[in-house]
């Protein structure tokens, strides 16, 4: 199923957006936009004007600037991230002055050494962040990851660099990366000057290349020149200081894309990426995107609207005489398919006006059902009484999870028979399910693992 990612980075002087179509495994670029930024002018409108409406489904992603965040090298003796998570804060009151309670923490995924855990972490001032997401939320444009550069965009174009030196040339940074297996390692930010002297600025890097890669014992020679910074010159400067650096030249589905986007289609490809990689992602907590219900509700509201109208309309019409009411129908008939196109401007043909109505109102219930809102169980909250009702000490594998309006079907694999009969104790104390039946419990083919079949019938309201 195909689905569109849209990078938005946020420069100083200009906002650039790439929307692209990702379908069986092929990308194809949609559009590239750059709109520059006016002082006083809402940036949620510019943000609007740009994207326009967005789709139930699409993903989006945007970055802080490395400036604003703290980053720093943490090692636990533990690897579980609520633990790592709750923790934070007083690992940083250790290490910053400015830690307290005004700020808001991120962090990638824990990776294992000898001694524990070790993972990136950072820091951002939730007045920051706050300030960063309020456009999004206000015009109602679902960004679904609020990023940090220049981790968000090592990750994105990881295929591009997995190993060297990013420099991402912004308006309002520059911004020099060691990449390492597509994760950074470390970076430093640069002064900027105007006018821009590539000479100096391709000496600036070089000394900072350098320092990173004897920093941390790497000899990575390659660079990726990124940004509305990034031009030939400043490449063929530092290719005379002896570094391998080139801007690249990237072509989607066959369309070039300047180079002064590819920070936004660093983050397109960012949005891409699975939540369980776990890079970072400040859309968390009290910053979390609210649920797309909202958006939802409110079509729900409009078309209810719509449809009492047009039921009061017919009901009028019934009591004018014959020619009277051949001319409100028709007059209506033309009304109502004004405002339908108008609620639903992608529709070709309009057959009966209050009929697909209807069944769009109940397209959208099922879609609301689906995001878990609403009364009664549901998909999600089926799967949350799983997951809670499961016991710490024993490990499970659930290969399929299958839901239906009668029952909650579940097969996987565990350790032992005995570890079946306590998950199926526990899933049978839950008021969500009216039983537990064992369908199928056997040990596997190695005599490591048992495999499970559960069907859990849901129980019936009263």
Same mark, same amino acid.
Request: charged share 25%; aromatic share 2%; no cysteine.
């Given at each position: 199923m195909a689905r569109r990612l849209i990078g938005i980075d946020i420069d100083a002087r200009h906002i650039r957006a790439v929307l692209i179509e990702e379908n069986q495994g092929k990308t194809n670029l949609i559009d590239a936009r750059r709109e520059p930024r006016s002082e006083g002018e809402d940036l949620a409108e510019s943000l609007r004007r740009m994207l326009g409406e967005t789709r139930l489904g699409d993903r989006l992603a945007a970055a802080l600037p490395a400036g604003c965040a703290y980053f720093r090298r943490l090692h636990f003796p533990f690897a579980d991230e609520k633990k790592i998570a709750a923790a934070l804060p007083m690992e940083f009151s250790l290490q910053l002055p400015a830690a307290g309670e005004g700020l808001a923490f991120a962090m990638e995924k824990p990776i294992a050494e000898e001694l524990g855990f070790t993972l990136t972490t950072a820091a951002v001032a939730r007045s920051t962040v706050a300030a960063m997401l309020e456009p999004f939320d206000r015009r109602e444009i679902p960004l679904n990851i609020l990023a940090l550069t220049p981790h968000s965009h090592a990750r994105g174009l990881s295929e591009l660099i997995p190993n060297g030196l990013l420099a991402i040339l912004g308006e309002a940074e520059t911004v020099?990366?060691?990449?390492?297996?597509?994760?950074?390692?470390?970076?430093?930010?640069? !002064?900027?000057?105007?006018?821009?002297?590539?000479?100096?600025?391709? =000496?600036? $890097?070089?000394?900072?290349?350098? *320092?990173? &890669? @004897?920093?941390?014992?790497?000899?990575?020679?390659?660079?990726?020149?990124?940004?509305?910074?990034?031009?030939?010159?400043?490449?063929?400067?530092?290719?005379?200081?002896?570094?391998?650096?080139?801007? !690249?030249?990237?072509?989607?589905?066959?369309?070039?894309?300047?180079? =002064?986007? $590819?920070?936004?289609?660093?983050? *397109?490809? &960012? @949005?891409?990426?699975?939540?369980?990689?776990r890079a970072f992602n400040l859309r968390t907590g009290e910053f979390a995107l609210k649920s797309e219900w909202g958006r939802l509700k409110k079509r729900l509201t409009a078309m209810a609207a719509l449809l009492g109208c047009s039921l009061l309309l017919l009901g009028a019409s019934a009591y004018l005489n014959y020619a009277q009411k051949a001319r409100v129908a028709e007059n209506l008939r033309q009304e109502m398919q004004q405002l339908y196109r108008a609620t639903f401007p992608g529709t070709q043909a309009i057959v009966d006006a209050p009929l697909q109505m209807r069944a769009q109102l109940e397209e959208l219930r099922k879609i609301a059902r689906l995001l878990g809102t609403g009364e009664g169980a549901s998909a999600l909250t089926a799967l949350d009484e799983v997951s809670r009702r499961t016991p710490a000490d024993i490990t499970v594998d659930i290969r399929d999870f299958n839901y239906t309006a009668e029952a909650v079907r579940l097969e996987g694999v565990t350790g032992s028979f005995d570890a079946i009969n306590r998950l199926s104790a526990t899933l049978g104390e839950s008021p969500l399910f009216a039983e537990v039946r064992i369908d199928d419990a056997r040990m596997s083919l190695d005599g490591k693992q048992v495999d499970f079949r559960l069907t859990l019938p849901l129980r019936k309201e009263p």
């Open positions: 020099l990366a060691l990449v390492d297996g597509g994760e950074v390692v470390d970076h430093r930010l640069l !002064p900027q000057s105007a006018p821009i002297d590539h000479a100096r600025l391709a =000496e600036e $890097l070089g000394h900072a290349g350098n *320092a990173l &890669r @004897a920093a941390h014992g790497l000899e990575h020679p390659a660079w990726l020149l990124i940004g509305d910074g990034a031009v030939a010159e400043l490449a063929q400067a530092l290719r005379e200081l002896g570094e391998a650096a080139e801007v !690249p030249r990237i072509e989607l589905g066959g369309q070039p894309l300047a180079v =002064e986007f $590819l920070p936004a289609l660093a983050l *397109a490809w &960012r @949005a891409g990426l699975n939540d369980r990689e």
